[in-house]
């Protein structure tokens, strides 16, 4: 598997078909950042098929929605099948991964959680 990453945004202000700002690459997994903040991104994703994004556990929420083919989606241990217009949200440390049973573009929004500025460390007792 190989990966190509396009760290080009969008075109502010301008209507936009999402699924046609990336194009499939053989046997690789396209990205494209199509809005990148360090509070979180929106990036596009082209997958060829039986390709397969294994997906760190991050601090973030993912939404994932399908553009065009279908996916399996690994989230805990369960599998679930996604096709086009369907989401599906990933929780921040999540274990997960998505192949793509047919050649896949979908969209990921990753969002921090909030857990983390809830989480209070237990202090040690003295």
Not at 60 to 76: F, P, R, S, T, W
Request: aromatic share 4%; glycine share 4%; with cysteine.
């Amino acid at each position: 598997m190989a990966q190509n990453i396009e760290n080009i945004e969008l075109e502010p202000l301008k209507p936009h078909v999402l699924k046609n700002q990336i194009d499939y690459v053989s046997q690789t997994i396209v990205t494209r950042y199509i809005l990148k903040k360090t509070t979180g991104h929106v990036s596009l994703y082209a997958l060829d098929k039986d390709e397969t994004l294994i997906a760190r556990e991050v601090a973030h929420d993912h939404l994932i929605q399908i553009l065009e083919g279908c996916a399996e989606v690994m989230i805990n241990g369960q599998v679930r099948k996604l096709q086009v217009g369907q989401i599906v949200v990933i929780p921040a440390h999540a274990p997960n991964t998505i192949r793509a049973v047919d050649r896949l573009k979908m969209i990921v929004t990753l969002i921090p959680s909030g857990y983390e500025e809830f989480h209070v460390e237990n202090p040690s007792s003295s």
